[in-house]
């Protein structure tokens, strides 16, 4: 965590000190994060929102570092995304599993690509609604293997994510939400491989998160995500409780506290989670 902290502290200097030439498309606040798979969203949520603050005529970038330090595990993603005329989103991340307990690693990299079918968050009367795939390559294959996964090479996992700002709806404050349903046959999040003893159908999972933005930099929520068992190792869903703070458009970040339940038999995995997200142009 401390090497994390220097890297977050030194990419987050850099970021305000040299860039003057971020996109100014959205209202700040309403972009989102980056989440733990690259999507734009929220923690561990992909939304409708794409990343990057662009408009229908501009294109942004955005770099992503997240870690989630949790009791037998460690869980570190860098990302890069790119959006399009706020229609199109583009990422890439890698994953790295530290097993803390027993020692080594598990990287997975995973490409996303996501498309707005309609709306808009703040503006229009409906919500923003967005598709979108994560291509899933698990670099490290013998743990999955060992457990069971019926593939421990790659997955895909499609969803459709539909998400709402309210102007000044809870106290005054503006409200978010976002709901997404994801069509997936990955073990915590492809980590373990794919599919297994239990299942190795495609699974329709529930997804949400819900804030409010406390000022125009600062916002507090909570996130849910349903999860699929296929190896029969009683894996749970997610729940996360987050602040994050966005001094400018250029960058936010994000703390929470993440509860993952068990986790390859490890039960009652919960931890810190950090991400720092800075816009690029």
């Known amino acids: 965590m401390i090497r994390f902290l220097k890297w977050a502290a030194v990419a987050l200097i850099s970021i305000s000190s040299s860039n003057t030439f971020a996109a100014e498309g959205k209202l700040i606040g309403t972009a989102g994060l980056i989440q733990v798979e690259g999507s734009g969203g929220g923690g561990i949520v992909p939304w409708a929102t794409l990343a990057g603050y662009d408009s229908r005529d501009q294109i942004s970038a955005t770099s992503s570092a997240t870690q989630v330090d949790v009791d037998d595990y460690r869980l570190t993603m860098l990302s890069a995304s790119v959006s399009v005329y706020d229609r199109l989103e583009f990422s890439v991340a890698h994953q790295r599993f530290d097993l803390k307990s027993l020692g080594g690693d598990i990287k997975q990299k995973i490409f996303g690509i996501k498309?707005?079918?309609?709306?808009?968050?703040?503006?229009?009367?409906?919500?923003?609604?967005?598709?979108?795939?994560?291509?899933?390559?698990l670099e490290d294959k013998a743990i999955a293997n060992a457990l069971g996964a019926t593939s421990a090479s790659s997955g895909n996992d499609f969803y459709i994510a539909a998400t709402k700002v309210h102007l000044g709806a809870i106290g005054g404050f503006n409200a978010i939400w976002n709901l997404t349903a994801r069509a997936t046959k990955a073990n915590e999040m492809g980590l373990l491989g794919f599919g297994g003893i239990n299942n190795d159908d495609y699974e329709i999972?529930?997804?949400?998160?819900?804030?409010?933005?406390?000022?125009?930099?600062?916002a507090i929520g909570m996130e849910y995500r349903q999860k699929p068992d296929n190896l029969g190792l009683q894996e749970d869903d997610w729940v996360d409780?987050?602040?994050?703070?966005?001094?400018?458009k250029h960058f936010s970040l994000t703390l929470a506290w993440a509860e993952l339940g068990t986790i390859a038999g490890a039960q009652r995995q919960s931890g810190l989670y950090l991400s720092l997200n800075g816009q690029l142009w």
Request: net charge neutral; aromatic share 14%; proline share 4%.
């Open 241 to 248: 409780y987050f602040v994050t703070y966005i001094p400018s």
């Open 115 to 137: 498309y707005r079918l309609n709306g808009d968050v703040v503006f229009s009367e409906w919500p923003q609604i967005s598709v979108g795939m994560q291509h899933k390559q």
């Open 205 to 218: 999972m529930l997804e949400a998160s819900a804030g409010i933005l406390l000022s125009r930099h600062l």
